[in-house]
């Protein structure tokens, strides 16, 4: 990645940080969890053809996947309790921003351009992180393979990692009572073969998880 793309990079991340205090740790978890995650898809999952360097990519983005939410009011992000049906609405919005915010990067970046590539993967995974693979999720309802695979894996660690870790509106779950929400599809459900490499890595993800807290 050339240098100034870089730069670029770091100050989003610092935005994303600036405007979510809860957002520091989660980044960097995401991007852990997202590449254990993907070096056991690449090994037991041959059918999605993730090479090192698609593998990379999604990893990156995943510190990107929450950047719309600096578009999202301070008194909705950081509201202590439940939202309402309205503020959710406005909140969902920003998988819509996030990649808004890269389609502009892209516009200045040649398409054969292995950065094209990587800005490519942000905006596709900020816009479908939140989609679930039976159709319940935001903000198209995709369902099944239709829901790219960077997308998939990160919105499986976002939803992990977000039962986990305390929020201004939650306290944290307990990992082994996160796990069964998540395999039992209490956070929406997931790709039944990704929850197969979920099971394979528990282990790993908690030992990630442990160092922060």
């Given at each position: 990645?050339?240098?100034?793309?870089?730069?670029?990079?770091?100050?989003?991340?610092?935005?994303?940080?600036?405007?979510?205090?809860?957002?520091?740790?989660?980044?960097?978890?995401?991007?852990?969890?997202?590449?254990?995650?993907?070096?056991?898809?690449?090994?037991?999952?041959?059918?999605?053809?993730?090479?090192?360097?698609?593998?990379?990519?999604?990893?990156?983005?995943?510190?990107?996947?929450?950047?719309?939410?600096?578009?999202?009011?301070?008194?909705?992000?950081?509201?202590?309790?439940?939202?309402?049906?309205e503020e959710f609405e406005?909140?969902?919005?920003?998988?819509?921003?996030?990649?808004?915010?890269?389609?502009?990067?892209?516009?200045?970046?040649?398409?054969?351009?292995?950065?094209?590539?990587?800005?490519?993967?942000?905006?596709?995974?900020?816009?479908?992180?939140?989609?679930?693979?039976?159709?319940?999720?935001?903000?198209?309802?995709?369902?099944?393979?239709?829901?790219?695979?960077?997308?998939?894996?990160?919105?499986?660690?976002?939803?992990?990692?977000?039962?986990?870790?305390?929020?201004?509106?939650?306290?944290a779950y307990k990992k082994?009572?996160?796990?069964?929400?998540?395999?039992?599809?209490?956070?929406?459900?997931?790709?039944?073969?990704?929850?197969?490499?979920?099971?394979?890595?528990?282990?790993?993800?908690?030992?990630?998880?442990?160092?922060?807290?």
């Open positions: 990645m050339q240098q100034g793309y870089k730069m670029l990079i770091e100050y989003l991340t610092s935005l994303i940080e600036c405007r979510d205090f809860t957002a520091e740790h989660h980044c960097e978890q995401i991007r852990r969890l997202t590449e254990i995650m993907l070096e056991k898809i690449q090994r037991f999952c041959p059918e999605y053809k993730l090479s090192p360097e698609m593998c990379q990519r999604i990893s990156f983005a995943a510190t990107m996947h929450d950047l719309g939410k600096i578009s999202i009011s301070d008194r909705i992000l950081q509201k202590p309790g439940r939202l309402t049906f406005i909140m969902k919005n920003h998988t819509r921003k996030g990649q808004q915010i890269f389609e502009h990067v892209l516009q200045n970046i040649e398409k054969n351009s292995p950065d094209y590539a990587l800005f490519q993967c942000c905006a596709e995974v900020c816009l479908y992180h939140h989609e679930r693979f039976d159709g319940g999720g935001y903000p198209e309802g995709l369902k099944g393979e239709d829901i790219p695979i960077s997308a998939q894996v990160v919105g499986l660690m976002d939803a992990y990692d977000a039962l986990v870790s305390e929020r201004i509106y939650k306290t082994d009572d996160a796990f069964e929400m998540i395999v039992e599809g209490e956070c929406g459900l997931f790709n039944p073969r990704l929850i197969e490499i979920f099971r394979m890595v528990r282990m790993e993800l908690e030992e990630v998880l442990e160092e922060t807290e």
